[in-house]
């Protein structure tokens, strides 16, 4: 038990990794004088990628959601966050050592600092100001509807509310153009 709660201990400074694909996001006001480059963000999960990085990736969408989203009238998302983690501890754990063990293979000795720098560029997006609100009004309601989801289904719930996250983001994009 010490084991499985060290893992989610950890597993919450995790990252799960993005798809290759890249897509750019609107740029970010910059202070005056400096470059604003625009925000690139691995695509959300296409069918083939694995119910196992959705998993992670919804709950690091939900982390951020926690942290951030009391301020856009969300205050429930913590508490409801914290229950998904202890409901859902084995899942979390598995969903993080199948990051790993796919970080390690896919970056051998470096797999560590690049699970690091996507896992930034996963919290930055869903911290952008820019889709804030429709985000934590989406988190609200996925963190709720989540609990209610068996283990065995969890997977393909992921999969659909991972995509329903991206949302905000991505319609700020094609606005952008």
Known sequence: MAVTALTLTLAGCATVAPDRTVRSYPRETAPSGVAARPYERPVAFTPGAGSKRAIWQLRSALNVAALSCRSQGQPAIAAQYNRLLRQNRVLFADAYAAEQARYRQTYGKNWLSRQDQEMTRTYNLYARPDGQKRFCSTAGTISVQALDVDANAFGSFAVAAVARLD???????????
Not at 169 to 174: T, Y
Request: without cysteine; charged residues 20%.
């Open 167 to 177: 949302a905000p983001f991505a319609s700020l994009h094609a606005r952008s153009r």
